[in-house]
């Protein structure tokens, strides 16, 4: 499976201003490349190259296997839209390959540039460092207006492990307070992770009222840091889940939850939690975790699976007294609702056809 990585790059002053003069080279000879390409209609990156190769060379700063990036650059951006001229800002993001871009040893990318190859540090998180072996393709460098940082972004294809033949499949339902549970009863805890989300808000709110230039500055810089802890989070839960499945031979059960946004029934925190991308991260991991670890995951239609009552099964709304408890009005079987909803989760995987159907045969 392919994920993309985002490595960031920590040049000199001195580097980042050959870097920039580099995309500023590129995107000055694509926007020379695109109006030519539309106005001859030659948008095909051969029929380029045969006709402005040997101009381009001549006159161009830049190396033969950079003006054929830039070649294949404006050949693709028309691959979509040949209806008006394509303009790139002076800062667009530039595509490398291995001709001009290679990893070094210690964190470091040697990329070509108008001052020639140039080492440049980046940094790369434990988790990113797993993948980067499994890198294709090409590698863009971005420089970020908004953030004035570097960017590597690359596409990893990780290999997929068969999944092994699994007798047990326990749900697993995530939530907030409890970010995961599992039908075995296990919790892992979103408490930390809840308070800071809290803290963070908190802290937002006080700099938005602020109007000051600090403030603003302080603003940014905090939601990164929550975006960091989030993810670092995430990372952190789905790679426990993902090993307790592996180290127990079991797969595991997920909801399905792209049609979250119509359950009407989230409360008011619960939706500004579910909207905030971190549910749609984690499970995100886990699927990705899956696939590489070899197991087994379902993904089950989310409906009821928070009022039916694993008992005796009972279908109510009623059923669900708060957002932490479940109490089944006809049986009166209570227990914690994250756990019941793992439980609801695991069921709907287990007494599919399709999954009856393979054990039969499996
Ligand atoms: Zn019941």
Not at 209 to 228: C, D, I, M, N, V
Not at 305 to 310: G, I, K, Y
Request: glycine share 6%.
């Amino acid at each position: 499976m392919k994920i993309t990585l985002n490595l960031k790059l920590k040049p000199t002053e001195d580097q980042a201003k050959v870097l920039f003069e580099t995309l500023e080279s590129c995107n000055d000879l694509c926007n020379e490349l695109s109006r030519f390409a539309f106005e001859t209609k030659t948008f095909g990156q051969f029929s380029l190259h045969k006709v402005k190769y040997r101009e381009t060379r001549g006159s161009s700063p830049l190396s033969s296997q950079m003006i054929v990036r830039c070649f294949a650059k404006v050949s693709d951006s028309y691959r979509s839209d040949r209806t008006t001229v394509h303009v790139f800002r002076k800062g667009a993001a530039q595509p490398y390959d291995d001709r001009i871009f290679s990893f070094k040893e210690g964190d470091q990318a040697s990329i070509w540039t108008l001052a020639g190859r140039m080492k440049i540090p980046f940094v790369c998180g434990e988790h990113q460092r797993k993948y980067l072996r499994f890198r294709k393709g090409e590698v863009d460098l971005v420089y970020s207006k908004h953030s004035k940082k570097w960017f590597l972004n690359l596409v990893c294809d990780i290999p997929e492990q068969e999944p092994e033949f699994s007798e047990k499949v326990p749900g697993v339902d995530f939530g907030i307070v409890n970010i995961a549970t599992d039908s075995d009863g296990e919790v892992f805890s979103g408490a930390p992770v809840e308070n800071k989300r809290i803290w963070y808000q908190e802290r937002r709110k006080r700099l938005q009222k602020k109007k000051t230039k600090a403030a603003k500055r302080r603003l940014k810089k905090t939601s990164g840091k929550q975006h960091r802890f989030q993810t670092w989070v995430n990372h952190n839960i789905s790679k426990q889940l993902v090993s307790k499945a592996k180290r127990t031979r079991s797969g595991m059960a997920i909801e399905d939850l792209s049609g979250i946004r119509e359950e009407v029934t989230a409360s008011k925190g619960q939706r500004s939690r579910l909207h905030n991308g971190s549910f749609g991260q984690l499970r995100f991991f886990v699927s990705y975790k899956s696939l590489m670890e070899g197991v087994e995951l379902h993904v089950v239609d989310p409906r009821n699976t928070s009022r039916s009552c694993p008992e005796c099964g009972c279908v109510d709304k009623k059923n669900r007294k708060s957002q932490e408890s479940f109490s089944c009005i006809a049986c009166g079987y209570s227990a914690l609702a994250d756990y019941v909803a793992a439980q609801n989760i695991a069921k709907v995987a287990v007494n599919r056809p399709e999954f009856s159907a393979c054990r039969k045969t499996g």
